[in-house]
């Protein structure tokens, strides 16, 4: 799985990477993410997750060749 | 101006809601004025040079263009069907923004004044709050910091 | 630029609020920008080509300058003391006006943009009501009519 | 006493006229201006008056030497 990440999840991962993993929904994805960098957890809690551009929930079943964007909290403007 | 500095890209779509070149907002104001529109009210988000007390030397802002672009294209939408609005524009800037430069703008115009209001700030409050772009304030003492829009968004 | 034609005439006061000619919406932005403003917002007034529908050709203002320039500049500095302003503008054409054209003009810029929004409007509101400045519709028909800001105020 | 009239009440003044009268305040003096013009009645009620660029009340006291502005309600904007 693929992974690109923005902003402030750049201070605990790299801006994009692969993860090899059987995770199959954002739960179970952010889980593998906090096993990695335990630190990034209070900010993983607060993001959304993307695939093709379009916002995911839980319910999104995930595929081991997708590209997850990992969301921060907006702070435009 | 280089193509691919924005988004989405010049050649599919003029409309560009990304720019990673400084904001005209002289020119985007010029498109604003419309013979059915007796109000035009503009936003310009700019850089302070001050946040809580300590000095800021200039932001950058990062985004991810291609949902940014769609929500804000949406948001626009979305406002024009809840206001009559004969115009909405929005822009945000990407990359490093001094002080004093516009960050965000949003214009609107109306048959009357109260819609362009109302219509802005819904506009702006929504990209502030739901787009994803992110900016990172750079301050004079050397340090920086990813930022929030308020206390109860900090990390 | 017809030092007669606007009130105060520049040599005194270089602060016009009221201008015989077009408004330099640009020019008057351009002055806008404070480093400690977060927010500018701009509202422009402009000449619709309709009112209650009927076609308008364009209008002509008149006000009476000395009352009008003091209530203006007064507006401004009430607004000022009522919210943290970095920059209070406002200047109201008088003469003929075409469709498009901007009749009356306010910028405010303050650090956060709620203030920037809610003086702004305070001073257009203001303007529109108290300011003696009045506005006369010329109809593609041929007919004109002294106007009323709404219904309540119709003569 | 001059007057200087403004907008609306155009059409049914001069714009600049002198009224010979000694009437002492407002209320007296718009009695005069309805007997010149009848039709005048409805404006002038709605209007305000100032003298030397100051807008004054019933109280202040008019003199022959006065000029006075009445001014219609406003349509700026």
Redesign the interface.
């Known amino acids: 799985m693929k992974f690109e990440v923005f902003a402030i999840l750049k201070d605990y991962f790299q801006p994009e990477f692969d993860l090899q993993t059987t995770a199959a929904n954002i739960e179970a994805v952010k889980q593998e993410l906090v096993k990695l960098q335990p630190a990034a957890l209070d900010v993983l809690s607060t993001c959304r997750f993307a695939v093709n551009d379009e916002f995911i929930d839980n319910e999104f079943q995930l595929k081991e060749s997708d590209t997850i964007c990992i969301i921060p909290p907006s702070s435009g403007g | 101006m280089i193509p691919s500095a924005s988004f989405p890209p010049a050649a599919e779509d003029n409309t560009i809601f990304i720019s990673a070149e400084p904001l005209d907002?002289?020119g985007l104001?010029s498109k604003a004025?419309?013979?059915?529109?007796?109000?035009?009210?503009?936003?310009?988000?700019?850089?302070?040079?001050?946040n809580n007390n300590k000095q800021v030397a200039f932001l950058e802002?990062?985004?991810?263009a291609?949902?940014?672009s769609?929500m804000i294209n949406d948001i626009l939408q979305e406002a024009s069907n809840k206001w009559e609005l004969n115009i909405a524009i929005a822009q945000?800037r990407i990359g490093k923004v001094n002080?004093?430069e516009?960050?965000?703008l949003v214009i609107t115009?109306s048959?009357h004044?109260k819609e362009?209001?109302d219509a802005?700030?819904f506009i702006?409050d929504k990209?502030?709050?739901?787009?994803?772009?992110?900016?990172?304030e750079y301050f004079t003492d050397g340090t920086n910091k990813?930022?929030?829009?308020c206390n109860c968004?900090a990390?």
């Open positions: 907002i002289v104001l004025h419309h013979p059915g529109a007796g109000a035009v009210v503009l936003f310009s988000g700019e850089v302070r040079n001050d802002y990062e985004a991810q291609a949902i940014a769609r945000h002080i004093c516009s960050a965000v115009a048959p004044r362009a209001y802005n700030r702006i990209i502030k709050h739901e787009v994803p772009i992110w900016k990172r990813w930022g929030g829009n968004n990390i």
